[in-house]
């Protein structure tokens, strides 16, 4: 018993556990103990091998099947060498070089509307066909046939959009339809009990239709198989709802959805409407959608991991390697791609179709009830075989006698027949115990509340990606956060501007700077950016397009002047430095129409300001960059800082045309000068904090939970802000190490940044690896850490994170695949509610596990107590088979999906691996069993003299008992669902209104029952009660209630009973041990 309910070994190895290593050391750990993420196949093995199973097709489905897992992986390897030989084909071919007068590709052929036909585009993509790229026109001529502007895109409209679906086809992919309700019939069935059960209906049948006639004798056997079956449709509906939700979720997972460009404006759209023709923008972190060709790239490099199985970034350029795969990710620089193949017709969509989607994933938390339920059926079948040991001794030796007192077996009187009966009922006793006993629904019920939560988690703006996440964010100790849109609400406007040497009265006031100054800012805004603007032909608001910095400083630049297509239209992009989030800025060297080059930056301002040797005058002059003037504006950064701007420096410089490469290779490598810069302005971007974002970081400190900002803004902005919002209380907090720069953290040994972590509260202008390095130490405390991310280079932490959040708007698919949760709005606030929900998961898994056990508990020690004292049992197969149906299916929709209250937020994080039944749990379901199992057997060994039924007919009275055990049983348990909602609390009515499911249950469950005694007692063995009757049973039921609130009174000791069981047991050990080894 200790072994099930103990606490987690990874005491002893927790690397090991937190690595989800395989190995040798694996056979010593508890194979019930698996870690939260990234568990080895090996590790799913042991548990597998470990579980006492009764379903296998229920109970394992939906935990990871390790079969499909591996033919998955064949298939995605045979699938990435097919591509691999393609490209070492084609890189063959372009190392040596294409003769002259070789193979020409066939010309052309039309198709529908359109100059090529989707066969020779599948073939030019994916055989990487440069020589029919270019036959074709290259992309301009490619463009021109697929009837795209490779400016302004596709037009769009309805008609252009189902002609190109017509000829080219969707981007989707066929998949295999999910399991039907019959599938789902067919696994309840498989329960080798219920087989059992069925088997010996069908005997029964048979037999008492021999033995008493048709019209009387199909009772007994029919009802057992009705009860069967009742249990088989219920528990296939329930299982089949589950998995409808399930197939609903990962339906919005693929669901990416992605900007385009259509009819000159760009658009966002899902996956699934890309056509071919479309012209898509390509920046850090998105993943390519379908296949193409690059009409513009900067810097521009793909990791094909996914399709090739390498590991390395691949550089694409427009000459020779414009071919981009479907289902990479932009590893680097930007670009706008030309859609060419969609669909089936990509590799990806092949590799996509072959394989067969495997949703199933166990997680720490139902793998641990596996345990749990091992344990509890090994002790319950072992029971009932003793009762079926005890009641066939008893029967065949005589002292089982029937109603009139008279022994049921006479040896060589009683007739085969009836002895074959009365054997089969009572190994259908002994086979119904095992159904009540073994619980195979409890790992289910893991499944149902992550489902029901799921769902409910995406009304609240969170869509989980992996299962496991859920139960651990209610483990979570710290939430690093970011501070831009997850605190902020990512709506950034230009408040305030310093240029030409001096602050600007009023930002947007051109006539306040000189022509000079003015032109070159509008250049660099217009060409300095990954941003767009699009102005509607028939007038209109301006639209903006990009990140919210992009788009608040696109917007500054209009206000001062700015026509976007003229400005970008009147000089060429000769090479782009995009916005690096280690080096904290982006450059774009442009050439202009009289030969002249310049080289603009944009960035963080105190790191821009720093590399810049002067500044642009109110006279339009370049002059000298003093160190007055450095102090003139590293003040007016702070000033800006403090006032929660974030601060963004503009700066150029000139550049001689004759250094600039001119082959495309040495330009792809050329590294943009950033030294010498002339400073043009520095502007503060105010984005204010999300209301109510200081109550939930307020409601995370209570509940235990220490929230941290890690930004990459200016530390002066970071701190500002973080007083805002709460996380820094008074200036007295704003020190080191609460208030840490990224480059002093990082510069720490592993030891000194371990030491301080836990103290860490803001840390400003922190890299992505900053935050890595943070999660670690945080780790290796014993946190468990939650982290907040949006971009490309954020994936390491949200991967090495216990609880890895993506933001859902502004996060890129690199950092959205690294996640395990995606917070659809990006606030804060939906990150509060998911620890809500965590919490929510386990503290409903408790209350089901402590109505559970006290159902077996109960009946169990009921029928075992009966049967060895009288040799006859009082709950029989089918009221046995109805109470499993109210604990198992019913149990688990009435407590498993409660929806998450304020007093979860009031208490400490529960441990990952405290024991999952509490001290207060082992007390609330010992106390109930008790008072059941004592009342129901004073009933049933002095039922009839304190009903007065001495003098009815003795089989009557005798059903008349056994119907009033039964269902003060079940009024026990309906009494005993409220209490089990609230473990903890004195008010077991808190909420109870708001649960419509829950009172739902009860009301169909007591209406079910009062048929069952009155109407169904043919079925039943039941007889219809009186008046007084009901109210014996309804008032039985009822002092269970002052019973628990009486209960909850009694102190439990703080030390988890397994670990008192574990100390009493442990000296034993040693001390024979030690006599061993003394003897040796």
Known sequence: MANIFKTSPCRRRRSDLESGAGGSGDSDLDPFEIPPKNASIERLRQWRKAVFVLNASRRFRYTLNLKKEEEKREMRSKIRSHAQALLAANRFIDMGGRPEGGKQTAPAIPAGDFGIGPEQLVLMSKDHNIAALQQNGGVRGLSNLLKTNIERGIHGDDGDLLNRKNTFGS????????????????????????????????ASLVLGIKTEGIKEGWYDGGSIAFAVILVVIVTAISDYKQSLQFQNLNEEKRNIHLEVIRGGRRVEISIYDIVVGDIVPLNIGNQVPADGVLITGHSLALDESSMTGESKIVPKNTNKDPFLMSGCKVADGNGIMLVTAVGINTEWGLLMASISEDNGEETPLQVRLNGVATFIGIVGLSVALAVLLVLLIRYFTGHTEDIKGNPQFVKGKTKPGHVVDDVIKIVTVAVTIVVVAVPEGLPLAVTLTLAYSMRKMMVDKALVRRLSACETMGSATTICSDKTGTLTLNQMTVVEAYAGGDKMDTPDDSSQLPPELNSLLVEGVAQNTTGGVYVPESGGNVELSGSPTEKAILGWGIKLGMDFDAVRSQSSILHVFPFNSEKKRGGVAVKLPDGQVHIHWKGASEIVLASCKSYMDEGGNVTEMTEDKVSYFKNAIEDMAARTLRCVALAYRTYEVEKVPTSEEELSKWVLPEDDLCLLAIVGIKDPCRPGVRDSVQLCQNAGVKVRMVTGDNLQTAKAIAMECGILTSDADATEPNLIEGKTFRSLSDEEREKIASKISVMGRSSPNDKLL?????????????????????????????????????????????????????????????????????????????????????????????????????????????????MDTLGALA??????????????????????????????????????????????????????????????????????????????????????????????????????????????????????????????????????????????????????????????????????????????????????????
Not at 805 to 817: F, H, N, P, R
């Open 171 to 202: 981007n989707t992919y066929p998949r295999k339809k999910g399991k039907g309700f019959l599938r789902f019939l067919w696994e309840a069935f498989q329960d080798l009990t219920l087989i059992i059960l069925m088997v010996a209906a069908v």
């Open 774 to 886: 943070l999660v670690q130490a945080l780790k290796r405390r014993g946190h468990v850490v939650a982290v907040t991310g949006d971009g490309t280079n954020d994936a390491p932490a949200l991967h090495e994170a216990d609880i890895g959040l993506a933001m859902g708007i502004q996060g890129t698919e690199v950092a959205k695949e690294s996640s395990d949760i995606i917070i659809l709005d990006d606030n804060f606030a939906s990150v509060v509610k998911v620890v809500r929900w965590g919490r929510s998961v386990y503290a409903n898994i408790q209350k089901f596990i402590q109505f559970q056990l006290t159902v077996n508990v109960a009946a169990l020690i009921i029928n075992v107590v009966a049967a060895v004292s009288s040799g006859d049992v009082p709950l029989n197969a089918v009221q046995l088979l109805w109470v499993n149906l109210i």
């Open 895 to 1080: 407590l498993a999906t409660e929806p998450p209250t304020d007093h979860l937020m009031h208490r400490p994080p529960v441990g990952r691996r405290e024991p999952l039944i509490t001290n207060i749990m082992w007390r609330n379901l010992l106390i109930q069993a008790a008072y059941q199992v004592s009342v129901l057997l004073v009933i049933n060994f002095r039922g009839k003299g304190l009903l007065h039924l001495e003098h009815e007919d003795p089989a009557h009275a005798t059903k008349v008992k056994n119907t009033l055990i039964f269902n003060a049983f079940v009024l026990c348990q309906v009494f005993n669902e409220f209490n089990a909602r609230k473990p903890d609390e004195k008010n077991i009515f808190r909420g109870v209104i708001k649960n419509r499911l829950f009172i739902g249950i009860i009301a169909i469950t007591l209406v079910l029952q009062v048929i069952i005694v009155e109407f169904l007692g043919k079925f039943a063995s039941t007889t219809p009660l009186n008046w007084k009757q009901w109210l014996i049973c309804v008032a039985i039921g009822f002092i269970s209630w002052p019973l628990a609130l009486i209960g909850k009174f009694i102190p439990v000791p703080k030390t988890p009973f397994n670990r008192v069981l574990a100390r009493t047991f442990r000296p034993k050990k040693r001390a024979s041990s030690d006599s061993s080894l003394s003897t040796r």
